[in-house]
């Protein structure tokens, strides 16, 4: 579903953003992963990642750029927190815990 496609694109820019800690910017955070990359780990066709990509970003939640792809960390986790209804802040120090895992996947 769209909801699902979402989630799952948001999820792996996050866990992509925690594991690689690319430069900061107060709640924004640079990150050098390709779009096939991200279709691959998620089981998506590159085109489909695009296209939400581009939806993220008329969001205001992400920028595509030539440097990376710079998230708006605190945005991204709030919406995912809106869609799961778990607030990922409460889920350990690195945001990310099992019971989000084990929802996505």
Known sequence: SFKSLIKLNIFEL???A????GPVTGSK????????SLAARSGLA????????????????LQLG???I????E????????????PLGSLG??????SVFNTVY
């Open 14 to 16: 996050l866990i992509e």
């Open 70 to 73: 710079t998230l708006d960390i």
């Open 46 to 61: 590159r085109e489909t990642v695009s296209r939400e990509l581009h939806k993220l970003e008329d969001e205001g939640l």
């Open 66 to 68: 030539r440097e990376g």
């Open 93 to 98: 120090p690195r945001g990310l815990g099992a």
């Open 75 to 86: 945005a991204l986790e709030h919406k995912l927190d809106m869609m799961f209804r778990v």
């Open 29 to 36: 955070r640079t990150i050098k992963v390709r779009q096939n």
């Open 18 to 21: 925690r594991r690689f800690n």
